[in-house]
């Protein structure tokens, strides 16, 4: 256990719809980072917050949107959604903003649009 | 900008053999180097970085990796393959100062 939260585990909705992710980082960890995993595209980086700032942007299309709260937690909106936004969202923690630390992922959010 | 080829999409290895997965970098400057696994219905776990030092660095469930600076690589090493090593495998690569940059990833398949 990664000590990494996401909610919900699955998610089933339709085209056009809105969601929203949920992430909570590890005790003590500043920095978040949303990713999203699909077949055809591996592994991409969508936007990194740290300390309730956003710190990187990723290939986040103008549909998505994040935040980081006071608390820590990461949001992760997506909107007016399409087919191929199915896919596995990850969300992960690090200590500080450092690039050099490792890491800490949670199990994953699978969408899928219908 | 960085980016990382895992050249190999499948490794079939026998169990208690050695496995090597391969991986090779591009970036400006000195790189941080990472290798995670994903194991099925799973989040990546954190196995190993070299960041400077020793070019042999040690991880997590026997894995190793050798840091080559000549040759961009970065080469995930295990001298004898369990079953449950099978997993997907990725490397990932950041200069220090942007988000990490991940491979395709390498399924690993250890044959009892």
């Known amino acids: 256990d990664s000590g990494v939260t996401q909610t919900p585990k699955h998610l089933i909705t339709a085209t056009g719809q809105r969601v929203t992710l949920r992430c909570s980082p590890r005790?003590?960890?500043?920095?978040v980072y949303w990713y999203q995993q699909s077949l055809d595209q591996g592994l991409q980086f969508l936007i990194q917050?740290?300390?309730?700032?956003?710190?990187a942007k990723g290939n986040i299309l103008e549909r998505f949107s994040a935040q980081q709260f006071p608390d820590l937690h990461s949001e992760l909106n997506l909107s007016s959604l399409e087919l191929g936004d199915s896919a596995l969202y990850f969300c992960?923690?690090?200590?500080?903003?450092?690039?050099?630390?490792?890491?800490?992922f949670g199990p994953g959010t699978r969408l899928t649009v219908t | 900008a960085q980016s990382v080829a895992q050249p190999e999409d499948q490794v079939n290895v026998a169990e208690g053999n050695p496995l090597t997965v391969k991986c090779t970098y591009s970036?400006?400057?000195?790189?941080?180097l990472f290798w995670y696994v994903q194991y099925p219905n799973r989040g990546l776990q954190f196995l190993l970085k070299?960041?400077?030092?020793?070019?042999l660095v040690k991880g997590s469930y026997g894995f190793e990796a050798e840091f080559n600076k000549s040759q961009t690589s970065f080469h995930l090493k295990k001298p004898s393959a369990l079953v449950s090593d099978s997993a997907l495998y990725f490397c990932?690569?950041?200069?220090?100062?942007?988000?990490?940059?991940f491979g395709k990833g390498t399924r690993l398949s250890v044959i009892a």
């Open positions: 992960a923690s690090s200590a500080l903003g450092l690039e050099g630390y490792e890491q800490y």
């Open positions: 005790s003590g960890d500043l920095s």
């Open positions: 917050y740290y300390n309730g700032e956003e710190r």
């Open positions: 970036v400006s400057g000195n790189p941080y």
């Open positions: 070299y960041i400077t030092g020793d070019n």
């Open positions: 990932a690569v950041t200069p220090g100062n942007t988000p990490l940059v």
